[in-house]
C-alpha cells in the first residue's frame, strides 16, 4: 500500500512539472506585449515600449527585455527610464484561461533613470500620470487610473539630475534601490528609498506620497524621514571647489509636502565646516537645527530658524531663500547676541577670521548683526561685530608697532576693551569700515581696511595714544613740541598770506592722531607707525 501511495505522488509531482516546463510553450507571452505596454502607458501617462515578453509559469510573471519610458518632449528626446529587464508578476489563472493581464508587482532591475529641471522650476517627471502627457492612441480615461500593484521594486538603479539649461555638473545617485507596497497613482502608498552619494554618502527615506497630482506629479502630497550619512557637496561636485566652501554632513530631517507647501525639521553635523576661500576646517564638528518651509509654486522658502550650536551657545539665523535658474538666492540675518568669545574661537577659521600666529582670544563677549544675501555659493555678509572685554593671548600690540616700539601690553598678551566694525565681505574680497578699538594699555584707534581673497591686509588707522601712558605722554609731548616749532616758522614766513598773524598758535597735530597702516596678513601682520606724517 505504502508503494503504492508513493508511485501516485511521484506520479502528481511528475505531472505538475511537466505541466510547468510544458504551459509556457503553448503561452506565447509576447502577444501581450501590446497590452502590457498599453497598460503601462496609461498608468504613467508616458509611452512605454518593450523589445520582447516571455512567461515564467513557475514565477507566475512575464520578463519583458529592453524597457524605456519615454520623457516629456519639452525636456528630452532620450528616455526617462531604460532597463534591460523588467520582472512583472501576473496573475496565472486570468492570464491562462482568459487571457488578461493583471498586474501584480514590478521588479525593475538597474534601471537608468534621468530627472530634468528647467529654468522654470519644473521637472520633466511632472506630468508622469496626467492626461494631457497621455498618448492619444491609448484607449483609457481622462481620469487617473486605479490600478493598484501590490509590490514595485527597483534595484540597483542610477538617478542622472541635470537641469537646462546646465547650471552645473550633474549629480548622480547610484545602487538606487526603491521599494512600493499597494502602489496607486489614485491613493497614499508607502515607500522606501535608499542610495549611495557621490563621495561615499549615503541616503534613507522611509514615508508615504500619493495620491498622485494630475496636475504636477512633484506636487504630490508625501511625508518621510530622511537619513544622510556623510554627504560631501564638493566631492559630489555639488559645490564647486573654488568657492571655498567645504562640509561632510550627517543629516536627520523629517519632510512634509501637502502638495503646495513643503516643510522641514531637522538635525545637521557638519564636520570639516569651511565657509570662506580663506577659511580652514573647523576642528570640531558643528551642530545645526533647522525649520524651513518652501512655497512649491512660487519657489520661494522661509527660513524659520537655524540655531547653530557651538559649545553652549547658539546663533539663529532667519529669512527667506528664493529658487532661479543661477541656484538659490539667499535674503538671511544672523544674530549672534553677547557670546562667549572662547566657546566662538574655534569657528572664526571656518569664516576666513585668523589670529596671529601664537595668539588666542581669552574671555569677553561677541555680538554681531548680518545680512547674509546673494547667491548660496558666492553670498555677502555685511553688517557690525563687535568684540568686548577680550584679551588677546601670545601677542602684544605694544610691542609690534614699528616706529612707537616698545611700549603697551605686556609680554602675555594685549588686553581689548573694545573693539567693533562694520564688515561687508564677498567672495571678491572684504571691506572693514568704521572700526574703533579699545586697548587700555595704548590708546585708541579708529580707519578702515580691506582683505583680500588671498588674506593680504591693507588697513589704514589712526591712533590716539593714552596720555595716561608714560610712553604715550612722551610722544604726545614730543609731537606737540615738534608741531609747535614747525607750525611757528612756517606761520611767521607765510601768515600774511594764510591770514593768520605771525606767533598765532597753529592746530596740534597731537590730536589729531597718528597715522598707521598695517599690511602683512593676520597670522603675520606688519604695523607701523608714521610719526613723519604727523608734522606735514
Known amino acids: ?48 515600449t518593450l523589445d520582447h515578453l516571455s512567461f515564467s509559469l513557475f514565477g507566475g ?15 528630452s528626446t532620450a528616455p526617462f527610464v531604460k532597463a534591460t529587464k523588467l520582472n512583472i508578476g501576473v496573475e496565472v489563472g486570468p492570464l491562462l484561461f482568459s487571457r488578461q493581464v493583471r498586474i501584480t508587482n514590478f ?40 490600478l493598484t500593484v501590490n509590490q514595485l521594486k527597483i534595484s540597483n538603479g542610477s538617478v542622472t539630475v541635470s537641469s537646462i539649461p546646465p547650471t552645473g555638473k550633474p549629480f548622480v545617485y547610484s545602487n538606487v ?46 511625508q518621510a524621514n530622511l537619513q544622510i550619512r ?43 565646516l569651511q565657509l570662506a576661500r580663506t577659511g580652514s576646517p573647523a576642528p570640531q564638528p558643528v551642530n545645526i537645527d533647522y525649520q524651513v518651509s518652501d512655497d512649491l509654486d512660487a519657489r520661494s522658502g522661509k527660513v524659520s530658524d537655524i540655531a547653530i550650536h557651538t559649545g553652549s ?24 547676541p553677547n557670546l562667549p568669545v572662547d566657546q566662538l574661537e574655534q569657528l572664526l577659521p571656518v569664516v576666513g577670521i585668523k589670529l596671529p600666529s601664537g595668539s588666542s582670544l581669552h574671555g569677553g563677549t561677541l555680538t554681531a548683526n548680518l545680512a547674509i544675501t546673494g547667491p548660496a555659493t558666492e553670498s555677502t555678509i555685511s553688517g557690525p561685530v563687535e568684540i568686548d572685554n577680550t584679551s588677546l593671548a601670545g601677542f602684544n600690540l605694544g610691542s609690534k608697532i614699528q616706529g612707537l616700539n616698545p611700549f603697551g601690553g605686556n609680554s602675555n598678551g594685549t588686553q581689548i576693551q573694545q573693539l567693533k566694525a562694520s564688515l561687508n565681505s564677498s567672495p571678491q574680497s572684504t571691506e572693514i569700515s568704521d572700526i574703533y578699538g579699545d586697548v587700555p594699555a595704548i590708546g585708541t584707534a579708529t580707519g578702515s581696511g580691506t582683505v583680500s581673497p588671498s588674506g593680504a591686509l591693507n588697513f589704514n588707522l589712526v591712533a590716539k595714544l593714552n596720555s595716561s601712558n608714560v610712553v604715550g605722554a612722551a610722544v604726545n609731548s614730543a609731537t606737540n613740541a615738534a608741531s609747535n616749532a614747525v607750525g611757528n616758522a612756517v606761520g611767521g614766513l607765510f601768515g600774511g598770506l594764510l591770514g593768520k598773524k605771525p606767533g598765532a598758535a597753529p592746530t596740534t597735530t597731537a590730536n589729531r592722531g597718528i597715522p598707521i597702516t598695517i599690511t602683512g596678513t593676520a597670522q603675520s601682520p606688519s604695523i607701523r607707525a ?3 606724517a604727523m608734522l606735514r
Not at 258 to 269: D, E, F, P
Open 1 to 48: 500500500m505504502q508503494k503504492r501511495w508513493v508511485k501516485i505522488t511521484v506520479g502528481v509531482v511528475a505531472l505538475f512539472i511537466l505541466i510547468v516546463l510544458v504551459v509556457p510553450l503553448f503561452v506565447n507571452a509576447d502577444t501581450f506585449r501590446p497590452t502590457v505596454e498599453d497598460q503601462l502607458s496609461s498608468l504613467l501617462g508616458r509611452r512605454v
Open 61 to 75: 510573471k512575464l520578463v519583458a527585455d529592453n524597457i524605456a519610458i519615454a520623457d516629456d518632449p519639452a525636456f
Open 107 to 146: 521588479n525593475v532591475d538597474s534601471p537608468a533613470i534621468q530627472l530634468i529641471q528647467n529654468h522654470a522650476g519644473k521637472w520633466n517627471y511632472s506630468s508622469i500620470g496626467g492626461a494631457a502627457a497621455r498618448p492619444t492612441s491609448a484607449r483609457q480615461p481622462t481620469a487617473i487610473p486605479d
Open 177 to 222: 534601490n526603491i521599494g512600493v507596497k499597494q502602489f496607486s497613482l489614485a491613493k497614499s502608498f508607502p515607500f522606501e528609498l535608499a542610495a549611495k552619494l557621490p563621495g561615499d554618502g549615503t541616503l534613507k527615506l522611509t514615508g508615504s506620497a500619493g495620491p498622485l497630482s494630475e496636475k504636477d506629479a512633484s506636487d504630490t502630497p508625501f
Open 230 to 272: 556623510h554627504l560631501d557637496p564638493v566631492a559630489a561636485g555639488a559645490i564647486d571647489p573654488g568657492k571655498g566652501i567645504a562640509m561632510v554632513d550627517d543629516i536627520d530631517a523629517q519632510i512634509t509636502s501637502n502638495g503646495t507647501t513643503a516643510s522641514s525639521t531637522g538635525k545637521i553635523s557638519a564636520a570639516k
Open 313 to 336: 551657545v547658539v546663533a539663529h539665523v532667519t529669512g527667506r531663500f528664493r529658487f532661479n535658474p543661477q541656484g538659490v538666492a539667499l535674503d538671511l540675518h544672523l544674530a549672534a
Open 530 to 532: 608714521n610719526i613723519g
